[in-house]
């Protein structure tokens, strides 16, 4: 099977997730580092505001559930986009391994860089409003602890 390593430093996390879950499709491992650091594009006060509504919808018992970590919540975003209750996207879905920052196991491996400017946002963060996963996630209550 092979091997797919992201950074997704500054990459649009919609595109972000699209890519990683065709892939997935198609039968390939995914690993996506330092999540925290994928953007959503946007206004700050309307991407909260959106959140916020999403998160006060249901119940703890029932669902939805959403994810205040930026690892789970990448992960669900891309759930979203796979048919994950059936065969083939829960297979995919098990192959797709989300990263807070990069873990050793990583760190001296080549990851994917994308030339494509649809899927990275370098260009493009300088002219649109835009808020990282990591900021969101905070501002939902995520508690980032320091690891030692």
């Known amino acids: ?10 990459l649009v996390l919609g595109r972000l997730c699209t890519y990683a879950a065709k892939q997935a499709i198609l039968g390939k491992s995914i690993e996506i580092v330092n999540c925290e650091k994928a953007v959503i594009m946007g206004t700050k006060s309307s991407i909260l505001e959106k959140y916020k ?34 065969g083939r996207g829960k297979e995919a879905l098990k192959s797709i391994k989300c990263h807070i920052g990069v873990p050793e196991d990583l760190n001296g491996q080549k990851f994917q860089i994308f030339e494509d400017k649809n899927i990275h946002s370098r260009n493009s963060l300088r002219e649109c409003p835009y808020i ?3 900021e969101l996630c905070g ?10």
């Open 139 to 148: 501002y939902l209550g995520w508690k980032q602890r320091v690891r030692v």
């Open 53 to 86: 509504l999403r998160f006060r919808r249901g119940t703890h018992v029932k669902g939805p559930f959403f994810y205040r970590k930026p690892d789970f919540f990448v992960k669900r975003t891309i759930r979203g986009m796979i048919t994950y209750k059936r």
């Open 132 to 134: 990282s996963v990591g």
């Open 1 to 10: 099977m092979e091997k797919i390593i992201i950074d997704s430093s500054d």
